[in-house]
């Protein structure tokens, strides 16, 4: 036990009328809904790199936090820090972690050495993970931040940087997969380009598609059982990012033979800079069949950075979850907190309540979205919109040819009466469940 967190209670559902400052209003976890207890459908995961490892630091600067595992540069504060990530856990009652190689053992600059420290602290966590019951949602490879990936990882001009990539993800991929992680992810935060002048793009896609054709191959080769996620976003760090947003991560997941076995985790404020909603990317994933988790987190609108805040926007959360569940739900994704406080936010209890502020945000989308679900009122609406595809006229249509229809349009004198979309009818509907 450390003494991190001393003072601060564990956190229980204490209900809405409560005053407690230390307690969930929203997030019952036993409370079913849908047929499903709200754990099991929210599947809440803390991220490493945001609650632990970043420091505080902005482009104007540096570190503002202090913490008992500072200096990152050494297997003793690694391990503290993994005794305070885990304390954190059970505080919050999460089910579910993530992490990269470099947010849980000291950088070295030399793979063996890395290797090392990553098996060695590893084990220590899945220690943790036997003695508490809280599980890995995801693991990862930060292919980011160390100075030799700033030309890319898979996509580098420099064929060593490959190699060095390859022998990262797989080392992170055998621990994730010794510690019974549900998903793997690769998000290319380096793979796309600073400025076109000097990048051969077409070789840059090539090389990325074979790079991922060899993760899948590889977890089968170990009868990993996860799901291989690749997470879009359209530029930060890189000026342009290959895996932009949904639907271009599909079209380059088909084009290299990857679409049935790759899926894809979706982030809130990724959804913001690619000039989309969150809904539209997990509507756009659903529809394309590669829906597999979500980065839950909130952009600020007008500063156009990834300023990764913690949701608190219920009717925006809202819309995200009845996208999920009209998906069917997560099977062995999950609500990852890709979030952090605010560089002022020095306090043990700061990074306590603003995750326990988040769980009770989405608690509160997710009811509102499973009730308005559950109504049936909007898919009613939905699904009488489309019903003139429902006779065999229509249905025959669609397997039938450009001139034949031309033909039928002549012969019947086809003339569409337009009809109101309803959309504020829809709206209001809406409103009236968040
Ligand atoms: C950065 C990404 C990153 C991934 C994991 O913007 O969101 O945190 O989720 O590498
Ligand atoms: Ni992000
Ligand atoms: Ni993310």
């Known amino acids: 036990m450390t003494n991190f967190f001393k003072d601060i209670p564990a956190i229980s559902y204490v209900g809405p009328d409560s005053d407690k400052e230390f307690g969930f209003r929203h997030y019952n976890k036993d409370e079913v809904v849908l047929g499903k207890r709200l754990e099991d459908h929210l599947r809440f995961a803390i991220a490493w790199w945001h609650s632990f490892a970043w420091e505080g630091g902005d482009p104007f600067g540096g570190q503002t936090f202090e913490r008992p595992w500072h200096p990152q540069d050494s297997m003793k504060t690694a391990r503290i820090k993994a005794d305070v990530a885990f304390e954190m856990f059970r505080i919050l009652d999460v089910p579910f972690y993530c992490w990269h190689d470099a947010d849980v053992r000291p950088e070295t600059g030399n793979f063996a050495d890395n290797l090392k420290t990553l098996n060695e602290i590893t084990d220590y966590m899945l220690e943790k993970q036997v003695q508490t019951g809280v599980k890995l949602l995801w693991g990862t490879a930060n292919l980011f931040s160390h100075r030799r990936w700033m030309a890319g990882a898979s996509t580098n001009p420099d064929p060593e940087v490959f190699a060095f990539a390859a022998a990262t993800v797989k080392s992170c991929l055998d621990a994730t997969h010794k510690m019974g992680g549900e998903n793997y992810v690769l998000w290319g935060g380096r793979e796309g380009y600073e400025t076109l002048l000097n990048t051969d793009m077409k070789q840059e896609l090539d090389h990325m598609g074979r790079f991922l054709n060899m993760v899948v191959d590889y977890k089968h080769k170990i009868g990993f059982k996860g799901t291989i996620l690749v997470e879009p976003k359209p530029q930060e760090p890189s000026k342009h990012q290959y895996d932009y947003d949904a639907a271009t991560c599909f079209g380059f997941l088909q084009k290299y033979g990857l679409e049935k076995e790759v899926k894809l985790n979706l982030e809130q404020g990724h959804a913001i800079l690619a000039g989309h909603s969150f809904e539209h990317e997990i509507a756009t994933a659903a529809a394309l069949g590669v829906f597999g988790s979500i980065d839950m987190n909130r952009n600020d609108y007008q500063s156009g950075w990834d300023t990764d805040q913690f949701p608190n926007n219920v009717p925006e959360v809202a819309l995200a979850y009845y996208e999920v569940l009209r998906a069917g739900g997560f099977t062995t994704g999950g609500t990852n907190f890709d979030a952090k406080i605010r560089r002022q936010s020095i306090d043990p209890a700061d990074l306590i309540l ?81």
């Open 354 to 434: 603003a995750h326990m502020g988040a769980m009770d945000v989405c608690a509160r989308g997710l009811k509102a979205a499973a009730a308005l679900l559950e109504s049936g009122e909007m898919e009613a609406a939905r699904k009488e919109r489309y019903a003139g595809w429902d006779t065999p006229a229509a249905k025959t249509m669609l397997g039938s040819s450009l001139d034949a229809i031309a033909a039928d349009v002549l012969a019947k004198n086809i003339r569409p009466e337009p009809r109101s979309g309803r959309q504020e009818r829809l709206e209001n509907l809406w409103n009236r469940f968040v």
